[in-house]
Nanobody
Framework: QVHLVESGGGLVQSGGSLRLSCAASGFSINTYTMKWYRQAPGKDRELVAMITTTSGLTEYGDSMRGRFTISRDNTKNTMWLQMSSLKPEDTAVYYC?????????WGQGTQVTVSS
């Protein structure tokens, strides 16, 4: 059975850091593009960051670039999102996804709350 499980969310003060993890089971992530999305209350889900399969190329949303770092270890079947200089507007539920062609797997999300 396929699972993506996010962890590492929580409450942090503005300017602080958090590291989110996304652990996959039931499939191997090494052929999947891995992504982090987030959704704040009343807002659409937005792309936070993505990392490709073998080349490890990364892309970030405009407001995250320079503050967030996405990484993956295919041998551990895990992806991470290191978030620094957090702002109250980063408050959202963060989701990881694994995408390949028409297949997309989603995690259940982890809440990140940044207090001012």
């Amino acid at each position: 059975q396929v699972h993506l499980v996010e962890s590492g969310g929580g409450l942090v003060q503005s300017g602080g850091s958090l590291r989110l993890s996304c652990a996959a089971s039931g499939f191997s992530i090494n052929t999947y593009t891995m992504k982090w999305y987030r959704q704040a209350p009343g807002k659409d889900r937005e792309l936070v960051a993505m990392i490709t399969t073998t080349s490890g190329l990364t892309e970030y949303g405009d407001s995250m670039r320079g503050r967030f770092t996405i990484s993956r270890d295919n041998t551990k079947n895990t992806m991470w999102l290191q978030m620094s200089s957090l702002k109250p507007e980063d408050t959202a539920v963060y989701y990881c996804s694994a995408e390949r062609g028409t297949y997309t797997y989603w995690g259940q999300g982890t809440q990140v709350t940044v207090s001012s």
